[in-house]
C-alpha cells in the first residue's frame, strides 16, 4: 500500500531553536519527494524537490535529506522563526505522477 | 513564476444551493489540473484530476454528478459543487500541473490559495 508517514504530528518550539521533521514512506514506483509548508487557510507552498539520486537539498533555512535505501526523509529547520508556525507535508509522487500525501507535522514556534 | 490563482477565497452559501470555484494558472499553460479537499487538521485528498478539453476522472468515493469539474481552457478550471449539504464544507484547493515542467522536469504541481466554503 502506497502510504507516508509522518512523524511528529505536532511540534512545539522555540524562536531561535532548530527542528528535525521526519518522514517514512511506501511509496512505489518512486519519481521524487517533496515538502510543502501550508500556512493556515492557505495552499501548500514547495519547499524542497528530491529524486532518487539526491540526498539532500537546501532552501534557505529549510535542509531535506532523502535516503532512497530506508525510504525515508527529513527537513530540517534552522533558527526557527515566528512566521515558520505552519503544517509542514511531506509528498511522494509515483510515476504517473499521482501524489501520495502525508498527514502533515503541525510545528509551532513560540516567542 | 508559477502562480495560481483562486476564487473566491472564502464562500458561505445555503444548503441546496450551487457554489462555483474558478482556479486559473496566471503565468503557465496548465493542461492538468487537480482538484483537492481538505478537512481540519488532515491532509489534502484528491477529488478529480482534469486534463483541458477532456472529462475530468474522480476518485473513488467522490460522485461526480456533485462535483462538476469544467477544464475549458488551458488556464483555468472550474469545481461546482451542486446542490451543497452541510457535509461539503471543506477547504477545496486546486493545483495545476505544465508540461514543460517548471520545476526542472518534475512535472510538479502548484497548488492555489484555495477556497473555503461553508454550507448552513
Known amino acids: 500500500k502506497n502510504q507516508v508517514e509522518q512523524s511528529p504530528q505536532s511540534l512545539i518550539i522555540l524562536e531561535g531553536k532548530n527542528c528535525t521533521l521526519q518522514c517514512n514512506y511506501t511509496v512505489s514506483p518512486f519519481s521524487n519527494l517533496r515538502w510543502y509548508k501550508q500556512d493556515t487557510g492557505r495552499g501548500p507552498v514547495s519547499l524542497t524537490i528530491m529524486t532518487f539520486s539526491e540526498n539532500t537539498k537546501s532552501n534557505g533555512r529549510y535542509t531535506a535529506t532523502l535516503d532512497a535505501d530506508t525510504k525515508q526523509s527529513s527537513l530540517h529547520i534552522t533558527a526557527s522563526q515566528l512566521s515558520d508556525s505552519a503544517s509542514y507535508i511531506c509528498v511522494v509522487s509515483r510515476y504517473g505522477n499521482k501524489l501520495v500525501f502525508g498527514a502533515g507535522t503541525i510545528l509551532r514556534v513560540k516567542s | 513564476g508559477a502562480v495560481v490563482s483562486q476564487h473566491p477565497s472564502r464562500v458561505i452559501c445555503k444548503s441546496g444551493t450551487s457554489v462555483k470555484i474558478e482556479c486559473r494558472s496566471l503565468d503557465f499553460q496548465a493542461t492538468t489540473m487537480f482538484w483537492y479537499r481538505q478537512f481540519p487538521k488532515q491532509s489534502l485528498m484528491l477529488m478529480a484530476t482534469?486534463?483541458?478539453?477532456?472529462?475530468?476522472?474522480?476518485e473513488q468515493g467522490v460522485e461526480k454528478d456533485k462535483f462538476l469539474i469544467n477544464h475549458a481552457s488551458l488556464t483555468l478550471s472550474t469545481l461546482t459543487v451542486t446542490s451543497a449539504h452541510p457535509e461539503d464544507s471543506s477547504f477545496y484547493i486546486c493545483s495545476a500541473r505544465s508540461l514543460r515542467g517548471l520545476a526542472g522536469g518534475y512535472n510538479e504541481q502548484f497548488f492555489g490559495p484555495g477556497t473555503r466554503l461553508t454550507v448552513l
Open positions: 482534469s486534463n483541458e478539453g477532456s472529462k475530468a476522472t474522480y
